[in-house]
């Protein structure tokens, strides 16, 4: 990874991929293990760096930061973000979905039903937000390739 940008782009597709990721602290190196059935071709370590990088994960956890995916608390505030920044009526509608008893599921639904431009917004708005709780995640923990600065 030539930046923490890139590392940050390669963590969201992992996340997206269902992988458990790890950070190794004193050089942010990446260790990806899937977290599905393929777990099992994984360890088989057809590769001795994917052995060597899953032993030293298992030996030495204090090494590495494990990156957790956003937990639905997370996920909602970010909607409900999203949704209080939208013109009146789409904000109504994105706030009324929230507030049932599937809140993440209704709130996609709405935003896929009001078009294709705030489905793109939201897309977007998700990304960067995402990006921006992965990069304090890893300025918390000191992780920062090539001298960069926390911001």
């Not at 269902?18 to 590769?47: G, K, T």
């Not at 409900?80 to 008893?101: C, G, H, I, P, W």
Request: hydrophobic share 40%; with cysteine.
């Amino acid at each position: 990874m030539k930046n923490t940008s890139e590392l940050i782009e390669r963590i969201i597709a992992l996340l997206k991929d269902d992988y458990s990721i790890y950070i190794q602290r004193n050089n942010a190196r990446l260790v990806a293990i899937p977290n599905s059935e393929r777990i099992m071709e994984f360890m088989d370590f057809a590769d001795m760096e994917d052995e060597t990088m899953f032993m030293q994960v298992e030996e030495h956890p204090d090494d590495f930061f494990k990156i957790e995916p956003l937990t639905s608390r997370e996920e909602f505030n970010i909607m409900m973000d999203f949704s209080d920044e939208q013109e009146r009526v789409e904000s109504l509608q994105l706030v009324k979905a929230l507030r049932t008893n599937r809140p993440l599921e209704l709130f996609k639904k709405e935003i896929n039903k009001i078009g294709v431009t705030m489905l793109s917004s939201w897309q977007q708005y998700y990304s960067d937000r995402l990006k921006g709780i992965l990069r304090s995640r890893l300025c918390r923990e000191h992780i920062h390739l090539l001298r960069e600065n926390c911001q």
